[in-house]
């Protein structure tokens, strides 16, 4: 059992890598530096989750159990001292704004849909929109960010109006990148607790794939993916957003809780990975 696992686990591990490592070669990461990386990740994850139970982490369980050299420990655990990557990086300013802009109904219509706003109107405007949604942030970048992404457009009675319900960077953005040290971590984290989790205690994580599609159909499977998933993912925003507390103060309950569901699309030529 434990041959078929590691056989089992190491598939998993080129197939993770193919991808990350075209996105690391594609932006100038060479091996050393990737390494590098992944011997810092080693060391902290076996210091901070695999100590042992009662015993203050050691150098010498972590590089018993990494396989890295007790220099090499040391070293790396210095070089984190200086270097603080925090948790989970905020959301984007700009898609906090968007997503405002949907669920907020005090920048909707009578249908409950995002309604042009006044550049102007500090009370009810654009500006009132970034100023809640955004933190420090100036409404003029908020608009030229949304604007450069085509999430929002200028009416020629100097409104903005919202014309993409979502924020999606531009191509190779920082924003992007930033999207591959977030979602895939969530992705990985619930694929972790599922691993040790079944039943009603584990987390949902399903896809559905068939692998013998004509190409005109997958244009247009594409494009219907692309509206329903959104429809979900707005009606389950609305939801989320009724009971967070930073939204809906009146909200009762303990703890804090970070929950959410994220959906993406993908294609490709028969055999790939």
């Not at 070669?25 to 990740?41: H, K, M, Q, S």
Request: aromatic fraction near 6%.
């Amino acid at each position: 059992m434990a041959g078929s696992t590691h056989e089992a686990l190491s598939r998993a591990v080129r197939r993770i890598l193919r991808p990350l490592v075209r996105i690391l070669l594609r932006n100038g990461i060479a091996y050393g530096d990737f390494a590098e990386e992944v011997r810092r990740i080693y060391v902290e994850v076996a210091m901070n989750e695999f100590h042992v139970p009662g015993r203050k982490p050691s150098v010498s369980r972590t590089a018993t159990i990494t396989g890295l050299t007790r220099k090499e420990v040391h070293r790396l655990l210095e070089a984190a001292g200086n270097d603080d990557d925090g948790a989970l990086a905020p959301q984007n300013r700009a898609a906090q704004v968007v997503a405002g802009w949907v669920r907020d109904t005090d920048f909707q219509d009578g249908r409950g849909e995002p309604r042009p706003l006044s550049l102007e109107d500090a009370g009810g405007g654009f500006p009132a929109l970034v100023r809640r949604y955004s933190g420090d942030m100036t409404a003029r970048a908020v608009l030229d960010e949304l604007e450069r992404v085509g999430a929002v457009q200028r009416l020629d009675d100097g409104r903005a109006t919202l014309v993409e319900r979502s924020y999606v960077p531009a191509r190779d953005d920082t924003a992007k990148i930033e999207l591959l040290g977030t979602d895939v971590a969530l992705l990985m984290n619930t694929i972790h607790h599922n691993l040790d989790h079944s039943g009603r205690q584990a987390r949902y994580q399903r896809k559905v794939l068939y692998d013998n599609l004509p190409e005109e159909y997958v244009e247009r499977f594409r494009t219907q993916a692309a509206e329903r998933c959104q429809e979900l993912l707005e009606a389950l925003d609305r939801e989320l957003a009724a009971n967070d507390r930073d939204i809906n103060p009146a909200v009762t309950g303990t703890g804090s809780r970070r929950a959410g569901v994220g959906l993406f699309y993908f294609e490709g030529d028969r055999g790939d990975d």
